[in-house]
């Protein structure tokens, strides 16, 4: 039973944290590409921007969350949204905007995307210092541990603060980004452009509200997703580093440009990523001694080790870009 409490923890919960980060984060890189056609790869930048936002406001208001109970970073959350927001529109209306307007291939898209990020990653450096931070500044992170009501289980399952803000933020975006797409007269208008582009534009579609509200969801998704895992570990001015190749992996393996196949991608790679660097040998203990004696259990069973979790990503983008280019559900090809 402790066997089964360590897998739980270290995997069930530890897949799920990792799964609806990457979930989230895809989303937005899938939506932009399905509206602007290329890969942003300034997003996982804007997600570390959203949870640098939340620090200098957590920072310059420590007490603010008190008085409701909540911690002041998940209370500064929204606002860090509308600047995170506003920062992915000014982006696109500086940068990208007037790249559109003389018809460049989206390759030249790509190109300014890694422009954009070297300034956005640089000016974090520059404000924030390269050292980690904890977004709980005036704050204690509650921790939660549950006992089983089983005999032998010693070990109870521990859940932190900021990953129940996690799963349930993470259930309201996606249930709020369905009802929108689905039910909202601007979301059908962005499937609709997303389909075919100028015959959106041709129906009467205005393509730059369009543009622009994309970017604010975007925006706004980076700075969610930023933020609550700086929460459940800490804020560094490199985050994007150890984003940009799970999500951009989490949005071809559910299909490029398809929402929902971001999501199921996002959490197909946190799996994968913490299925592999998990030490198997401990769920194999209680067999032990039914082992014969040439066949001693190593102490450490893992598929890689965990400092090359990040090739686990690399791993499955090959494989799914090899396998199904166009992803589980049959996303945009890339």
């Known amino acids: 039973m402790n066997e089964l409490v360590f897998f739980i923890n270290n995997v069930v919960i530890s897949g799920s944290v990792s799964g609806s980060i990457y979930a ?64 992915a529109v000014g982006i696109d209306k500086i940068f990208y905007k007037p790249l559109r307007a003389h018809g460049v291939k989206s390759i030249v898209l790509v190109i300014g995307s890694l422009g954009v990020t070297l300034i956005l990653q640089g000016l974090i450096r520059l404000f924030s210092g390269t ?39 993470t259930l309201v975006a996606v249930v709020a980004l369905h009802l929108f797409l689905n039910r909202s007269r601007l979301g059908k208008a962005m499937r609709a452009m997303s389909d075919n582009p100028e015959l959106a534009q041709a129906s009467g579609i205005n393509t730059h509200t369009i543009v622009a509200v994309t970017w604010i969801i975007a925006g706004a998704l980076a700075a969610i997703a930023g933020t609550l895992l700086s929460l459940d570990v800490t804020f560094k001015p490199d985050l994007s580093f150890f984003l ?66 990040i090739v686990v990503p690399f791993f499955i983008l090959v494989a799914i870009l090899v396998w199904r280019p166009t992803g589980l559900f049959k996303g945009k090809v890339i």
């Open 24 to 87: 989230i984060g895809a989303v937005g890189v899938t939506l932009i590409f399905s509206i602007m056609r290329f890969a942003h790869f300034a997003h996982a930048d804007m997600m570390t921007f959203g949870a640098f936002m939340v620090l200098l406001l957590t920072t310059a208001f420590p007490a603010a969350g008190a008085s409701l109970g909540v911690p002041t970073a998940v209370l500064m959350l929204p606002l860090a949204m509308l600047l995170t927001a506003a920062l």
């Open 131 to 169: 050292g980690a931070q904890s977004l709980y500044v005036d704050d204690r992170k509650e921790i939660f541990r549950l006992a089983l009501p089983f005999e032998g289980a010693r070990a109870p399952i521990v859940v932190t603060e900021p990953q129940i803000y996690l799963f349930v933020i």
């Open 244 to 309: 940009l190749l799970p999500i951009f992996a989490a949005a071809i393996v559910g299909g490029v440009g398809h929402p929902y196949g971001a999501v199921v991608g996002g959490f197909v790679v946190g799996f994968a990523e913490t299925l592999a660097v998990f030490n198997w040998s401990v769920l194999l203990r209680p067999f032990r001694d039914s082992l014969p004696l040439w066949l001693e259990l190593p102490s450490n069973l893992a598929f890689v080790g965990t400092e090359y979790k």
